[in-house]
């Protein structure tokens, strides 16, 4: 990998804090000046988005989000592609959500027996208040220290993308990183509203949670599920190895990130196979694993697909 990307792994996971993520983008904008790009940030409300191309020119899009998280007790646990086990993934994190619940509404009761204020009322106080900080713990709590997966991996595909791509080929594509996607996806809403002139029938391909796993999953939007053009160029250029088996999702499933903000787009993340294929360790201090051969793949497979478009580009 690139130094780049090797200092992004050894010294700026953490981009959670106001401070955190400007010295990130200062050290982004730094360093791919030296590669002969010009990223701006699109700042707007709580939005910084770091754009990196001409997006007048580009004929895709590739993005990733570059905030992170809070450290939570228990993985936010992904089941994007088989129902049932969505459904269970989800009455699993309901069920942690509760036990969390339970916990912190003993310790209020115990605080009004103490007090000699127990009863019914507030009892429903105890429940939520414990209910706000739960949530305020997961949007706003002390910043997860490892992201190597969610999302330093889909970060450093982006700037490994970027670095590789041959300087005659850099119109063709405009690099994007999201803001505030860990609060709601609202970095590329921002970005989506205030530019749709220019993505306008354009492909985005989103990376988030690209390393902890042998299994690539591309995520189509409903606009392109049926194109199977557009498959067959994606799978062609993101091509399987002996290691690394890529996939197109072609029936149920969806990829719950900042892909969902755009029409003609595909969710990209890696995904452990089990009785399901699943996505854990994020949100957590387990969120470690970094295969680099997943990165080579993906941001190879990006300067494919732009030489393609190039190639077929009318002189």
């Given at each position: 990998m690139n130094e780049i990307s090797?200092?992004?792994?050894?010294?700026?996971?953490?981009?959670?804090?106001k401070k955190q993520k400007e010295e990130f983008r200062k050290y982004i904008i730094h360093e791919l000046n030296q590669y002969g790009y010009c990223p701006r940030i699109q700042n707007k409300g709580i939005n910084n988005n770091i754009i990196i191309g001409n997006m007048e020119k580009a004929k895709i899009f590739c993005?990733?989000?570059?905030?992170?998280?809070?450290?939570?007790?228990?993985?936010?646990?992904?089941?994007p592609n088989n129902l049932f086990g969505l459904i269970l993934s989800q009455l699993a994190i309901i069920i942690c959500v509760l036990i969390l619940i339970f916990l912190i509404n003993i310790v209020f009761i115990k605080l009004f027996v103490w007090t000699g204020l127990f009863n019914g009322f507030e009892l429903s106080i105890a429940s939520s208040i414990s209910w706000l900080i739960i949530m305020i713990w997961m949007l706003f709590g002390k910043a997860n220290k490892h992201t190597a997966n969610d999302n330093t991996s889909g970060v450093v595909t982006i700037i490994e993308s970027a670095i590789k791509l041959p300087e005659d080929f850099r119109d063709e594509i405009c690099f994007v990183l999201f803001d505030n996607e860990e609060l709601g996806l609202l970095g590329s809403a921002a970005f989506a509203?205030?530019?749709?002139?220019?993505?306008?029938?354009?492909?985005?391909?989103?990376?988030?949670?690209?390393?902890?796993a042998n299994d690539i999953f591309f995520f189509p939007t409903k606009q392109i599920k049926n194109d199977q053009s557009k498959h067959e160029?994606?799978?062609?250029?993101?091509?399987?190895?002996n290691y690394i088996n890529v996939?197109?999702?072609k029936g149920f499933g969806f990829y719950p990130s900042d892909n969902f903000n755009f029409k003609y787009a595909y969710g990209v993340c890696s995904l452990k196979k089990g009785l399901f294929?699943?996505?854990d360790r994020?949100?957590?201090?387990?969120?470690?694993?970094?295969?680099?051969?997943?990165?080579?793949?993906?941001?190879d497979g990006v300067c494919k697909?732009?030489?393609?478009?190039?190639?077929?580009?009318?002189?």
């Open positions: 090797c200092k992004i792994l050894d010294y700026y996971q953490v981009r959670k804090t993005t990733a989000h570059y905030d992170t998280q809070a450290v939570l007790p228990f993985p936010n646990l992904i089941v509203k205030e530019y749709k002139e220019y993505i306008k029938n354009k492909l985005i391909i989103n990376f988030d949670c690209v390393s902890d160029v994606i799978i062609k250029t993101f091509a399987s190895t996939h197109m999702n294929y699943y996505l994020i949100h957590t201090s387990r969120d470690i694993i970094f295969n680099e051969e997943n990165i080579e793949l993906l941001s697909l732009v030489n393609t478009i190039h190639l077929h580009k009318p002189q």
